[in-house]
Every structure is written in structure tokens, then in C-alpha cells.
């Protein structure tokens, strides 16, 4: 009989959320394990904006349990938690880059030098506002600094605006990141400290034992003393076999990707709509589709998303599209991240995230040694599964 497998952390999930803690555990000195179920995922590390932003400049149309905005710092106005932790962790991103830039010689194209929140009306803008001074209020002026800018203003710092864009809302300490790189140089970076990483190794079933978990997939077994939850929408499947929940909705998302073009933005500005990144190449999304469970790409919805772009950046019109792609986020009903330790497999830790790009540094720097300290703090309280379980009044 073959000797069982063991090892004293495994990470399930191998996006920048896995890995950034895989990392993170790592720079502690120990050299976790991770299991992802490869290429063909459904990985939300693909399928996102990979913007660095400390705030949406809109509330979005999602059903939620509370009003918070999806991405980023400023994900939540409820609780004020969870805006501070975003916050913080979008304020360390030069230092997150660096260290990936000393440990593997890649630049990951990191840029915040400002972002504009896009709007077609003077009232959507001050709508925003109005949002984002509350925001303010509630975290006692922890939050970041913002501008409304009417279209003369926002034409002078963005020459290509169209005139149908009536107002923006401008975030100078906001951009974006290429999450690519940021995924090769974690590969890299892991693999640089004695970590294996495998791919095509889909986890079925996580059964708590004696001294902690057997993992099991249609590539074998192995048995780990602490599991990490790291998988994105499969969180929802594994939570429960190790006492944890991780409820989430579909929300919809597509990406276009134009040919290479010359600088629209100046000062590598960044937008909520288009984006340009240091190829040339220009990013078109802010897309959101709650009815379908299909992940294909939609012609019609990506239709409506570049007639939006367009309209805010008429030059965009004579560009080729030469990719499209669609994914669902990982998205926990009121938007705020899903951070919590078993208490009935205390080894088993579950994090699932929506803007997992931005939150990086607090889960490098923060959670990963409260991790391998063995125990989430009191801080982590707010982000429990346990705030969705709100009794039903008759």
C-alpha cells in the first residue's frame, strides 16, 4: 500500500488570493502546499479589472444584505470594518509589489497615479459623492481623498473624454495592477521558497481526521495538519465538509480586450470603464449579469459594454476587439470578504474574497501570520459567515 502523503499546510485555491497567502505563510518559514484546480478553472484572478482602487464611485445594483460597494477599499460602508481593512490593504500595494519585484525581478506594472469614476449625469456624480462622504463620516475621515469634477475639468486632465460625459469623480491615490504578472510572480516567488504548487488537482471532498484533514481527488489523497480555503466560488462546495459556510450569488462579468494603441490616459491615469496597461492594450468592462448561470460570452451584453465606452472615449471606436472573455465574481451576499477559522476543525481556515487583487497586502501582511499564529483574531469578528444568519421575522 502506497504511504499516505502528508504535509503541515495545504492552500486550496491557487489565484492571487491562494497564492498571496501560500506566500505569506511561506515568508513565515513554512512551505504549504497548493492544490488548484489548474487552468480551466473558473478563476475570478482572470476575470477582473485588476484595479487598485480605494472606492467604486457608484453603489452597485446588486441584491445585498447591506449598502456596499464591490470592489476594493470602500467595499463596505457596512460594517466601517471592513472599509478600514480595505483601505490599508489598497494603501500597501507599492510595498506588496516591491517585495515581488526583490524576490523574482518582475515588475507587476503597479501604477497609482489616479482614477476616475466615470458618469453620464451631474446627478449620478454627486449621487457618488453623497455615498462617499458618508463613507467618510462613518470611518471619522479614514478614507480616501476624492474630487467631483465637472466635464470641463475632467476633459482638461482626460483629453480623450467624450462630451457625453457629464461629471467624474477622481481618486489620486487609486490605478491598477497587471494581475498576470502578479500571478507569474507569485508562481515564481513560491516556487523560489521551496513551495509546489499542482495544478489539475481539483479537491473533492476535505474529511476531518485525527491530526487534521485528508484531502481527496481523482489525482490521490494527501493529509495536512491546517487547510486554507483559497477557491473562489468552489468555497461554497468545500466550507461545509470542514464546518465553515461561504454563501455567494452569480454576478456575471465580461472583459474586452482592444489591440495595441497609443496612450489615451495621461499620468497612467486609470478609469472605472477602460483602462490602458503598460502594452498598449486597452481593457474594457464594468459589466454585471445576475441572471444566467452560463459562462459564456455574451455578443449582445458586450455590444452594450463597448457602446458605453465608446461614449466615454469616442477614439476607442476605431479599435479591433482581439479577446473577450466572461467569469463569474466571488461575490458573499453584502459584498465584504468571508474570513473565518472552524471552530469545530479548528485547523481549517476559509477566505473568500471579491477584489482580491486590491485586498493582497492585508492578506500577505495581515492574515496569512495570523494564520499560521493558528488563530483569527477578534479583528476578523465582523467578517464571519455568522452575520448571514439573520433570523426571519413572521
Not at 47 to 69: C, D, E, F, S, W
Not at 270 to 293: K, P
Request: net charge neutral; aromatic share 8%; charged share 20%.
Amino acid at each position: 500500500m502506497a504511504q499516505l502523503e502528508r504535509c503541515e499546510y495545504v492552500v486550496v485555491g491557487g489565484g492571487v488570493v491562494g497564492e498571496t497567502i501560500a506566500w505569506g505563510l511561506a515568508r513565515g518559514g513554512v512551505k504549504p502546499l497548493i492544490l488548484d484546480a489548474g487552468d480551466c478553472a473558473d478563476r475570478a484572478s482572470r476575470q477582473n479589472m485588476a484595479q487598485i482602487v480605494h472606492t467604486l464611485t457608484r453603489k452597485p445594483a446588486y441584491p445585498r444584505a447591506g449598502p456596499n460597494a464591490p470592489w476594493a477599499v470602500g467595499q463596505g460602508f457596512d460594517p466601517v470594518e471592513f472599509h478600514l481593512w480595505a483601505y490599508n490593504a489598497a494603501k500597501r500595494w507599492p510595498q506588496y509589489a516591491e517585495l515581488l519585484k526583490d524576490e523574482t525581478k518582475i515588475d507587476v506594472n503597479l501604477i497609482q497615479n489616479g482614477f476616475f469614476g466615470i458618469h453620464f449625469s451631474q446627478a449620478e456624480g454627486e449621487a457618488a459623492c453623497k455615498f462617499l462622504e458618508k463613507i467618510s463620516i462613518a470611518t471619522a475621515g479614514q478614507s480616501t481623498k476624492f474630487e467631483l469634477l465637472d466635464h470641463k475639468e475632467t476633459h482638461k486632465r482626460l483629453p480623450n473624454i467624450g462630451p457625453k460625459v457629464a461629471t467624474s469623480v477622481f481618486f489620486p491615490k487609486d490605478g491598477q495592477v497587471n494581475v498576470l504578472r502578479v500571478l507569474q510572480a507569485l508562481n515564481v516567488a513560491l516556487a523560489g521558497r521551496g513551495c509546489e504548487y499542482r495544478a489539475n488537482h481539483l479537491v473533492n471532498n476535505i474529511e476531518p481526521v485525527a491530526g487534521g484533514f485528508k484531502i481527496t481527488g481523482e489525482w490521490g489523497e494527501v493529509q495536512t495538519e491546517k487547510v486554507i480555503l483559497a477557491a473562489g466560488r468552489g468555497n461554497e462546495r468545500l466550507a461545509p465538509m470542514v464546518g465553515l459556510s461561504s454563501p455567494l450569488f452569480r454576478s456575471k462579468g465580461q472583459i474586452l480586450l482592444t489591440e495595441k494603441c497609443a496612450p489615451i490616459f495621461p499620468n497612467g491615469y486609470a478609469t472605472d470603464i477602460v483602462q490602458q496597461d503598460t502594452d498598449g492594450n486597452i481593457r474594457i468592462g464594468n459589466s454585471n449579469v445576475l441572471t444566467t448561470d452560463s459562462n459564456l460570452t455574451d455578443p449582445v451584453g458586450a455590444a452594450a459594454i463597448v457602446q458605453r465606452a465608446v461614449q466615454a472615449f469616442p477614439s476607442l471606436a476605431g479599435l479591433s476587439i482581439i479577446r473577450i472573455w466572461s467569469g463569474f465574481r466571488v461575490l458573499p451576499p453584502d459584498m465584504a470578504p468571508i474570513y473565518e477559522q472552524s471552530t469545530s476543525a479548528p485547523g481549517a481556515f476559509v477566505v473568500t474574497v471579491n477584489g482580491g487583487v486590491c485586498l493582497a497586502p492585508g492578506h500577505l501582511f495581515n492574515l496569512a501570520p495570523a494564520i499560521l499564529a493558528g488563530q483569527l483574531g477578534a479583528e476578523y469578528d465582523p467578517f464571519k459567515a455568522r452575520r448571514f444568519c439573520v433570523p426571519q421575522t413572521s
